[in-house]
């Protein structure tokens, strides 16, 4: 498969040797991300839904693939998983149409 070189397959290996470079960050974020995906006010589920969104809006394959199999395993439905993603191609469009804003102002400058 193309993306095969665009985006590498993660190993053990490619994880070891990223570790060792920054091993005080790694565990910090690690514990970071620990917390932020336990229950609180939010389920365990419905933050995981919250990242495959995000994940589609910010374009990293390897987060969709995390997350979304986080996501079934925390329960939520093929069918949760698209509306997440679509409220996330909505929020992604209409960011960009909100943005227009920014070129009416300068085009009304000149």
């Known amino acids: 498969m ?3 070189n665009l985006y590498p397959i993660t190993t053990k290996e490619l994880a070891d040797k990223k ?3 920054a091993p005080k960050n790694l565990e910090a974020w ?5 917390t932020v995906f336990e229950a609180g006010a ?3 589920k419905t933050k995981q839904l919250i990242a ?3 994940a589609h809006v910010t374009q990293c394959p390897y987060c969709i ?6 996501a079934i395993q925390k329960g939520a439905s093929k069918e949760e998983i698209m509306e997440a993603i679509w ?3 909505e929020m ?3 960011a960009a149409y909100a943005h227009a804003t920014i070129a009416m102002d300068e085009m009304d400058k000149h």
């Open 42 to 44: 939010l389920s365990e």
């Open 2 to 4: 193309e993306t095969e």
């Open 65 to 70: 693939r995390s997350h979304s199999k986080s």
């Open 87 to 89: 409220v996330a191609a």
């Open 52 to 54: 495959v969104a995000v």
């Open 30 to 34: 690690r514990n970071f991300s620990k």
């Open 19 to 21: 570790a060792a470079l």
């Open 92 to 94: 992604r469009a209409g």
